[in-house]
DNA sequence: TTGGAAAGTGTAAAATTGACACAAAGATAT
DNA sequence: ATATCTTTGTGTCAATTTTACACTTTCCAA
């Protein structure tokens, strides 16, 4: 084990690891990229975990979380929020097993302290079978998880939590969808993640009443229904409203 | 330098450690207990910082915050949330002095990912003055603070956007205030925090029809003006709201 | 007794929310 | 071509919430 207390290096840091909630939605239900630990986890606890690795000693936060995103996705400047620290002394040891973490360079012995993070990710933009990286990360709904390795349970609904506060305060849904999208996406958008039902009418109102949605003159294509308009997320509106101090997207 | 991939012991954990923004409020304004580092700091930097140390090996981060505030105030069981983590790899050295950081036994050239946490606290249940220990510590006004050692600024208003965050959605406030307050107080409190005005008519109506709060029949002595009547926080009527969904704490 | 200072109180207009139902558009199957 | 299916898209009214605004009361101190 590298003592840290040399210069500046490539050497990770075997205290303190990044884990990333990338949250997706598949135009029904909020989804969560995880990765199988396969048979490497052998019987000690779930397979499932979520993305994560050590930080290198000369990278920040940030840039770790964005590193493990573009390790597994290809996918750059991604909408990314940190959810928090997390760092029981034995929040590995619980229901660790030394191989998985030998492989991923973490010391099994040691204690981690793991940063989170939670991104938005339009789901079109990675689809794991077509990845030669990580062909063991897949979608799941985030309705369906019922358990995670380690302490990533814990971490999912911290970031599932944080990610509902955030929207009932910043529209930043559109970075789950589509450029362009249906209103009834993004209602559906904002059902999964509040957990509730919202009223199509009052919501449509609302929404459109911010005024940071441009209607496209194009419709949707071959649906089996009346097809839908099509919107694009306005940046530009958006700024100037948040420099007007608007504050009130509350849902 | 021990290295941790021993035993867990009471070993300080060279590269993970908190810090803590000890909220406090004089009636006025929003204040912050600060660190005086003194000569010690000798030209590098601002003398003040927050209050903060390494974490043991064997105690998880909430722990490390709470011994953090009650080291230094001598207060246990206190308001107190996580802000998130901050990492920049050279987020010490910026504007370092080495024997500060031997002094609270860092390693000066470690990489250090900090915690930080916010607190709230009673302000006349700490007098720094009074305190044997850690007699270089004060309260400082929120609004004069300009800069801060390391990344404390950063840390600082960080802390400030969740507690606005945050006190927008809970009825927190009164862990600033003593048992007994009133409206005003909680009024210009609500103001200092949100750093906007808020009409006193409308605040009043507000806070009150939330039903969160005791009148008791006990009024202001010795102010030299009309008095006013005294209220508590009313924790049973809050725990049957919380209960009950409700939501709408909302300024 | 008077003056100073903050406490305490009500109302009306405007904006927002919540509840609610049916016609229109396109795709598919017959 | 017609009927059927599915989802889109739309308006109103009542209730609630928000905002703006000014004067009287109470106590202390001079």
Known sequence: MPNNTN?????????????C???????????????????????????LALPGNLIYD???????????????????SIYLEQVGAF?????????????????IRAEPEARVITVAYYSLVPMSK???????????????PVSQINE?????????QAAKGKLKQKIKI????????????????????????????LDKRNFRRKILKINILSSLREKQRGVPHKPSLLYEFNEEKYQELTQTGF???GF
Chains 1, 2 share one sequence.
Do not use: C
């Open 247 to 249: 504050d009130n997207f």
């Open 170 to 197: 910043q529209p930043i849904g559109f970075n789950l969808l589509p450029t362009k999208f249906t209103l009834s996406q993004l209602h559906r958008l904002y059902e999964s993640i509040l957990d509730k039902p």
């Open 126 to 140: 990675y689809k794991p079978q077509a990845s030669s990286f990580a062909k063991n990360a897949y979608w799941v």
């Open 148 to 156: 995670l390795a380690f302490d990533h349970y814990e971490i999912l």
């Open 21 to 47: 909630v990338i949250f997706g939605f598949d135009l029904e239900q909020l989804t969560v990229l995880l990765i199988d630990r396969g048979e490497i986890s052998s019987g000690f606890g779930p397979r």
């Open 7 to 19: 210069n500046f290096s490539l050497e990770l840091n075997p205290n303190v690891s990044v884990d």
């Open 58 to 76: 000369n990278e920040n936060l940030d840039m770790a979380a964005n590193r493990v995103l573009d390790e597994l996705t290809g996918l750059k």
């Open 87 to 103: 760092g029981d002394p034995d929040r590995i040891h619980k229901q660790s097993d030394q191989a998985w973490l030998k492989s």
